[in-house]
């Protein structure tokens, strides 16, 4: 059974950052194992010292650029792609179970779709099933099928607005970093239930959050991807 949970961005960091520092903490040697390698550190201990007393201004510089990167990358990166890429990653890195991840936004949203925004290109074979979908202004579900393959994918896209929620499933989905384009992506990949490959792949341009899903093979996933505009 898969934990779920709800975040916050700053507390997804927070929590990421600690996992990293516990991960290289649990690699370091142990105490008992150090002793025995290094019996005597006395004259360690001592150059140790003197070098701290001699550096301890740039250090404290040092931890104060550290904070102040941190403050900045909260307070002013808070919405941007690059940095919810971030926090996926370390996510995805560090958090084997399923996580759902809320992000608010500064400034105004897209309040509708571009105009003529869509999925322009359809698989061969594949024929578009307008019973299960839905089209609005600000975000429509397009599902397509084949019954020759018996195979079949969606595409959603979504202008981003505030709480707004991302899914994680690392339990069960394998998480990498791909390219749409120019533009930065994460394609996840996991096993159905009748044993076929399944590809998510998400990513964001202009204010549009876009995700396919389906048991299609990768390059026809991605080639979809690359006509969404």
Known sequence: MSEQTEVSFDTALVMALHADAQKELNELPTP?????????????????????HKRRPVLKRVLVAVLTLVILTLGALAVSAD??????????????IEMQLTYQVDGEPLEQLPNGYSDHYVLDGFERDREQEF????????????KESGKGYTVRCSIIQPGQQSSFDNEHTTYENVKV???DATLGTSVGENGDTVYIL????????????????????MKIAENVF
Not at 135 to 146: I, M, Q, T
Request: net charge positive.
């Open 202 to 221: 998400s990513w964001e341009r202009g204010g549009v959050s876009n995700t396919i899903m389906g048991n299609i093979s990768r390059d026809e996933i």
């Open 32 to 52: 008992a194992q150090l002793k025995e390698r290094y019996p005597d550190t006395s004259r360690w201990d001592a150059r140790l010292q003197a070098a701290l």
């Open 181 to 183: 384009g120019d533009v």
């Open 135 to 146: 089209e609005r202004a600000e975000n429509f579900l397009h599902v397509y099928s084949s």
């Open 83 to 96: 940095f919810r890429k971030a926090v996926y990653t370390m996510i995805q890195k560090f958090f084997p």
